[in-house]
């Protein structure tokens, strides 16, 4: 285990990586409309009365005579940007990772807001109130599934830096919610792996919210290197599918998924795996 950190220390001083962007894009994420959602647009869904809304996108080979699985993502903090110019705004609007992952076809997804209940509004930074954010999820993805052929026993959790924290801190905070989920995609940074100044966000907290994974497969990838979430699982004791994978790149930007790059063929795979067509 010290032989491990010190190794961490050496990746992380270690020559600079690549930046993303110098690789181009191969797909772009739809403009966001408003209007009823339709096979290929990007909507925004307003809760009347409120500041709070999520966006919906239905995919090009959408059909109501099918089902199709769902991507059910999550953003990362807002007000984030970094030396290397990556931000993040915090809003479901921002998000990528389930567009490029499916490249826009086979797959419903779907950006889910954190939200405030004292002011009605999306929380663009940490959680809000995780107990409203969690029933919004389970009444959203089952409006979903039963108006727009979503199918439920298809359906991946996602996200990016505080969104991939909040695979396990919502999406396992229950087991009504863990419930939902055939598998778990999350990209920078992992529950429980270090403490960020919120209410359970200790190890055994963390842990009892990892327990309800169920061996369940979990795709798990950070910029630079995975060994600090890969101790972390090792020492859990919790017995998972989980895939660990380091970003060849210096970004912290889910924007990695917009190009054709092995870390995405390979999660596109994993996709197949649990049931959805190749991106």
């Not at 059910?72 to 903090?77: D, I, K, M």
């Not at 931000?87 to 405030?116: D, H, K, Q, V």
């Not at 199918?151 to 996602?158: I, S, T």
Request: glycine content about 10%; hydrophobic content about 35%; some cysteine.
């Amino acid at each position: 285990m010290l032989l491990r950190r010190h190794l961490l220390a050496a990746w992380l001083q270690g020559p600079e990586l690549p930046d993303i962007r110098t690789v181009a894009t191969d797909v772009t994420v739809p403009e966001l409309l408003t209007g009823p959602p339709t096979a290929g647009r990007r909507v925004k869904v307003d809760v009347p009365g409120t500041g709070i809304y999520h966006v919906l996108y239905l995919p090009e080979d959408w059909t109501p005579k099918r089902r199709y699985p769902v991507i059910v993502e999550y953003a990362g903090n807002g007000n984030y940007q970094n030396a290397f110019g990556d931000i993040s705004t915090g809003r479901p609007e921002g998000s990528n990772l389930g567009y490029g992952l499916t490249g826009g076809r086979g797959a419903i997804w779907l950006c889910l807001p954190y939200i405030n209940s004292e002011k009605q509004e999306n929380q663009l930074i940490w959680w809000g109130d995780p107990e409203a954010t969690t029933a919004y999820c389970r009444k959203t993805v089952e409006q979903v599934c039963r108006d727009y052929g979503g199918d439920e026993r298809r359906v991946v959790l996602a996200g990016f830096s505080r969104g991939a924290i909040a695979c396990n801190y919502l999406g396992l905070r229950d087991a009504a919610t863990a419930r939902l989920w055939r598998g778990f995609f999350a990209y920078s940074h992992y529950d429980g792996v270090k403490r960020w100044n919120y209410p359970q966000d200790d190890r055994a907290s963390a842990l009892e919210r990892l327990r309800r994974i169920e061996g369940r497969p979990a795709f798990i990838c950070h910029e630079r290197s995975v060994e600090a979430t890969r101790e972390y699982l090792e020492g859990s004791g919790v017995k998972g599918k989980f895939t660990l994978r380091a970003l060849p790149f210096r970004n912290h930007n889910d924007a990695w998924v917009l190009r054709d790059i092995p870390l995405r063929r390979e999660a596109r795979k994993w996709l197949t795996s649990l049931g959805f067509s190749a991106g």
